[in-house]
């Protein structure tokens, strides 16, 4: 028997093309190009001007003066990195907050994902919306609703001290902590929903054989369920983990003077110090280092795939 020949690769056509250039040209145009100008910022030098940089490359100045400007160009920005110990101090402690605050609503969102999948078919809707309601008002507002409640004359130290459970507010605004947990109510959607599909997806007769077996409903729970929902937990840790290492506006306004975190060092290198340089570098460098975890999960998936 003869084998058969190798089939040409069919060619796309123009609409699978459009669909294929479409968010290629976005990804381009709102994120590489931004991050381009980011690092040509980055190694460059500061300066008394507007903005606050050199060199700035003026095409109308010919090849001789752009391969000047390129010239200039260095890593004075990154050697600072490593030498300010204020960047390492705010890097540490944004993925020590983050990692804190990520398993913190990983633990508080597996139940309600559970119960949510669990329900009858017609309640799940309204739960989900229910899961998602607090997008349907601002951020910001969000935000600052938790001044209210954990100031010191806040509600919820109003509460307990008129039940005399203490005599004193309990000193939770301007934390750590506080930010912690602005940050799990903020992000908590992004680990639900992951962990949602993951445990609606699976097979409800794979949970009867397991009990069938002998199997309790925890041994249940930790030999299949919670297994087989690892690419939601995957998906959701990385959904909150990465934007809440870079968070200015939660550490802004519930943490106190001494929260350090990366995203604030940036805006005082922007607007108060006006270094943009080494606040570029600092933000290439997070990127860079935000890059790691999303690298191994493309990695585990693609070995996952292969077996």
Known sequence: ???SPPRE??????????????????????????????????LSRPAQARPP?????????????????????????YRGLAEDTLYLDSYLSSLTTAGIATLVALVAAYPFALAIARAPQKWRPILIGFAVAPFWTSFLIRVYAWIALLKDEGIINHALMSLGVIDAPLPMFATRGAVIVGIVYSYLPF????????????????????????????????????????????????LVFIPAVGEFVIPDL?????????GRSLWNDFFANRDWPAASAAAVALLALLLVPILLYERAQTREGRR
């Open 1 to 3: 028997m003869t084998d």
């Open 9 to 42: 690769p069919r060619r796309l056509t123009r609409g699978e093309w459009l669909v294929i250039a479409a968010p290629a040209a976005w990804i381009a145009l709102f994120f590489l190009a931004p991050f381009a100008l980011i690092v040509k910022i980055s």
């Open 53 to 77: 940089y050199e060199p700035v490359f003026d095409l109308a100045s010919g090849v001789a003066g752009l391969l000047e400007k390129i010239s200039q160009l260095g890593f004075d920005a």
């Open 191 to 238: 680990m639900l929903l992951p962990l949602y599909a993951a445990i609606e997806g699976q097979d409800p007769s794979l949970r009867e054989a397991a009990a069938d077996l002998g199997a309790s409903p925890r041994q249940v729970f930790l030999r299949v369920t919670l297994p087989l929902s690892k690419r939601g937990i995957v998906a959701g840790v990385l």
């Open 254 to 262: 519930l943490g106190g003077s001494d929260t350090l975190m990366i």
